[in-house]
């Protein structure tokens, strides 16, 4: 073993910053660390030794530009003893530095690059040309020009570092390559901003706010779905139905859809963000908005119909939940979980528009590949006892989305719960192609489990993969009852 005091002393630094031509003493003392070292490391396997260390960063250097976008560097070294490797990674890192933008009318950095071999003679030929940029070449970090009134341009190797890539570009080339900045400022760096709007964050400094709005309303008129504090992030709400989505600014007016006025779909500057407003003669609304909200928003529906259900999200920075949801209950907003209305998809009246629009418009046949098999008693006895649930349920609908199915089901008779069941509940499946399949119309008995978010804005009913649901049978029934009397206690 290397005494860790020894090393202390063999700071590599110093090692390699006795460059080759250096003498005296220096020097001698090199060699004799090197000899100690050597020595110290007598016995230990001569094979490669890791790789080396780098130094810290420089400082980083000036803009490259004096107006607009520009690149500063820094730079380090590696640091190593004769066996050992490379250091991994770069030697070089690029910034973006943001100048004020350059005056109207200025040379474009590619323009100047170009212009250098103004009146100068290249290729060979007596002839000189006037060279300006010519961005039609394959590698757009290439200093490619144009000779002005003649139709052939010339490769000067590459642009400068710093050099936009194209006009109107984000990238800038670096080293020959087009790069673009993340949200560190670094070039090439992958960094992205979450969905709380933190650089490289993993989304938890905020919390997803989902929910569904079920009121039925008792009237036609303007309903408040949801507030929308300051700071909220990615929001959006959508719903299927010939009722309007409203949206309050902070100042009490409306942004959309205000006093029985529809207002045309397209986008709408609001609270700092710009929302964006579609509407499908589907029937189907959206809005969205990156955010964030520089007020509170008060989004509403006007009802003409009854209310099939608005769903709504968005980010909200952890710190503004808990006033978010004393201020939602103050003003009484419904915050219910999702709940089916009472009412069956296929209505016996038959002029009335079905409240709950089968959400299935894609006709074509299913690509779902096939199920594994579930069958039997073992099968059968680990999800009995291990779920929280086991019900009898009708399927009235279900909503594929790119995640998760949906299924609206009419709870029939419950076998087990740990927590009451609603009449009509939602149970969630993962994936687009859920197994088992359930169809619509059909009774099944199935195990679902509850899971509930951490923060407590979600509380749901899972179908795991491959767990249990049955077409509901008088031998299933009595084969879940049987199952029933084997869990273990
Ligand atoms: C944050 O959440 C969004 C939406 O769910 C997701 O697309 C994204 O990948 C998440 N980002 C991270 C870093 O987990
Ligand atoms: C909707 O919320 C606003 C405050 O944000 C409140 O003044 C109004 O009374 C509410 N309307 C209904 C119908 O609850």
């Known amino acids: 073993m290397i005494p860790t005091a020894q090393m202390g002393q063999l ?10 031509g250096h003498t005296g003493r220096p020097l001698t003392l090199w060699k004799l660390l090197l000899l100690l070292w050597t020595l110290l490391n007598c016995g230990l396997e001569s094979s490669a030794q890791g ?3 780098w130094t810290l960063w420089g400082s980083w250097s000036r803009c490259s530009s004096s107006c607009g976008r520009g690149l500063s560097v820094r730079s380090r070294r590696c640091i190593r003893f004769p066996r050992e490797e490379l250091c991994w990674g770069d030697t070089h890192e690029y910034r973006l530095c943001q100048l004020p933008d350059c005056p109207p009318g200025a040379m474009a950095f590619r323009d100047i690059q170009c212009a250098l071999y103004n009146g100068q003679p290249v290729l060979s030929l007596q002839k000189t040309y006037q060279w300006i940029p010519f961005y039609g070449a394959p590698n757009q970090c290439d200093l490619n020009c144009l000779a ?3 139709a052939f341009y010339h490769s000067f190797g590459r642009v400068l570092d710093g050099t936009p890539c194209s006009p109107g570009s984000q990238g800038l080339c670096v080293g020959g390559r087009c790069l673009s900045a993340g949200c560190d400022g670094l070039m090439g760096s992958d960094a992205r901003e979450d969905h709380c709007g933190r650089c490289g964050g993993a989304n938890d400094s905020c919390l997803f706010v989902q929910r569904v709005f079920r009121d039925a309303g008792a ?8 507030l929308i504090p300051e700071g909220a992030r990615h929001i959006y709400a959508a719903h299927r139905s010939r009722n309007y989505l409203a949206l309050i600014g902070g100042d009490g007016r409306y942004v959309l859809n205000g006093k029985w006025e529809i207002s045309p779909p397209g ?4 609270a700092g963000t710009r929302v964006v407003y579609t509407r499908a003669t589907g029937p189907e609304e959206t809005l969205r908005a990156a955010g964030p909200t520089t007020q509170d928003l008060l ?13 709504f999200e968005f980010w909200l920075p952890r710190e503004l939940y808990g006033p978010f949801q004393e201020q939602t209950q103050a003003l009484s907003l419904s915050l219910r979980q999702p709940q089916p209305l009472e009412v069956e998809p296929q209505s016996s009246e038959p002029n009335k528009a079905p409240a709950f629009p089968t959400r299935t418009p894609n006709p074509t046949p299913d690509p779902c590949p096939p199920c594994p098999d579930t069958r039997g008693r073992a099968h059968r006895l680990l999800h009995y006892c291990g779920s929280d649930f086991v019900f009898r349920a009708r399927v009235l609908g279900h909503l594929r989305q790119a995640q998760e199915t949906r299924y609206e089901v009419r709870v029939q008779l419950v076998y087990k719960n740990r927590s009451p069941l609603q009449a009509l509940e ?4 993962p994936g687009r192609c859920p197994c088992p399949p359930m169809s619509l119309h059909r009774e099944y008995l199935l195990a679902a489990q509850r899971l509930v978010s951490p923060d407590g804005t979600q509380d749901r009913l899972l179908l795991p993969h491959a767990g249990y649901a049955r077409p509901w049978s008088p031998a299933e029934d009595s084969r879940v009852r049987l199952a029933a009397r084997h869990c273990p206690v």
């Open 11 to 20: 700071r590599p630094g110093e090692a390699e910053w006795l460059a080759p």
């Open 51 to 53: 790789p080396g260390e």
């Open 148 to 150: 002005l009134g003649h």
């Open 219 to 226: 009237y036609a008129g303007y309903w408040n779905v949801t």
């Open 267 to 270: 986008t709408y500057d609001v």
């Open 299 to 311: 989004l509403q529906v006007l009802l003409q119909e009854p209310n099939p259900g608005i769903e």
């Open 426 to 429: 939602y149970v969630w499946a």
